[in-house]
């Protein structure tokens, strides 16, 4: 082989770092431009679970993990004095009010925006603030700017983005995390969109709780038999309490992943993506997780989640011709009861 160099090696080693951190970030523009518009226009449904969104994102070289800080302004630009705009959703409220990308946040209302811990910040600031115009102070090209920004309500839940390989998703109910490989198999954003919204229908109708319990029935039943076990003399070391628990997490899986398919390709099309052909995410996913074709453990087999997607998009079209309200058709909606106006798929972007 031929000879390398440390020098060669570590030239190499920081070109791949930069390009990785703003691959990184221009996968977190697009996941949070799908994300403002699925939490918005579906904000009804997470009832009082809201907050204000700004629709973006801001940081500092010292909120990065150590090895990026040193080309952080290379990479994205930074400034360590203040925190810097990286991310604008278009149409969102910051850029309505016209804050671009590499704008310094200075402060707001008054009070000096932190270099550390952004994001925390201006979530406490947002929750106190709500939907009140906030004057913002910015640095551009070292001139102070000054711009009213009027935020949106949204839902509350954390929509992050995990580098990592797998085409997965998940939500504990506490925020949604989409992988990296999620966005690389997507090819539009009426695809991530779809997927986003699967994940706010989990949270939005308890699916994670529902789980919870039956884990923690399973668990009590077996261990009901375990201790009948135990007084007959014989140790079964927790194995029916262990079995049952896992039954329970998985008890009804299926369904709830069939229903947060239907509910979130209602969210994806509430907030205003055309969703004819998504459909097809569930065939390139099979290339990529060729057990799911036939096996269905805690999710449908693609094959069930590609025909179902089929029949509920020609669902919304269907309701779209016929000018209905674009609220999925289940028995015991809890939104039945609200003022149609409330549920208006309209944004206020």
């Known amino acids: 082989m031929p000879s390398l160099t440390l020098g060669d ?14 691959d990184y970030f221009a996968q977190l523009n697009k996941l949070n431009t799908v994300a403002y518009r699925i939490v918005t226009a579906n904000r009804a449904f997470c009832k009082t679970w809201v907050v204000a969104q700004l629709g973006m994102v ?22 360590w004095v203040r925190p ?8 969102g409220p910051a850029a309505k009010a016209g804050i671009i990308d590499k704008d310094e946040l200075i402060s707001f209302n008054g009070e000096r925006v932190p270099g550390t811990a952004i994001p925390r910040w201006i979530n406490a600031f947002m929750e106190g603030n709500g939907e009140r115009s906030i004057k913002v102070e910015l640095r551009r090209d070292d001139e102070d700017v000054t711009v009213m920004v009027t935020p949106v309500t949204g839902c509350a839940i954390p929509i992050q983005l995990e580098t990592n390989p797998d085409p997965n998703a998940f939500t504990d109910y506490s ?16 695809d991530l969109a779809i997927i986003v919204g699967h994940e706010l229908a989990h949270a ?4 994670y709780d529902k789980k919870q319990i039956n884990s923690l029935i399973g668990a009590v039943g077996g261990g009901m038999i375990d201790g009948g076990f135990l007084l007959g003399g014989i140790s079964t070391g927790g194995a029916f309490s262990n079995y049952l628990y896992a039954a329970g997490t998985n008890a009804f899986s299926v369904g709830f992943e069939m229903e947060a398919d239907y509910v979130g ?26 057990t799911a074709i036939r096996k269905a453990t805690t999710h449908p087999t693609t094959p069930v989640r590609y025909l179902q997607m089929r029949k509920v998009v020609e669902e919304i079209a269907e309701k779209k011709r016929n000018d209905q309200p674009l609220l999925p058709d289940l028995k015991t909606a809890w939104y039945h009861d609200l003022p149609e106006a409330t549920l208006s798929p309209e944004r206020n972007d």
Not at 9 to 22: S, T
Not at 204 to 207: F, S, V
Request: glycine share 6%; proline share 4%; no cysteine.
């Open 9 to 22: 090696i570590a030239d190499e080693r920081r070109r791949q770092e930069i390009a990785q951190l703003r």
């Open 58 to 79: 801001a940081t500092t070289p010292q909120s990065l993990p150590g090895r990026y800080r040193k080309f952080s302004r290379e990479a994205l630009g930074l400034r």
């Open 84 to 91: 810097t705009v990286i991310s604008i959703v278009p149409d």
């Open 175 to 190: 925020r949604i995390v989409i992988q990296t490989g999620i966005l690389r198999s997507t090819q539009s954003d009426a």
């Open 204 to 207: 939005t109708m308890g699916h």
């Open 265 to 290: 390709a209602y969210y994806a099309a509430r907030a205003g993506y055309d969703i004819v052909g998504v459909e097809e995410v569930w065939q390139r996913f099979s290339l990529e997780i060729p």
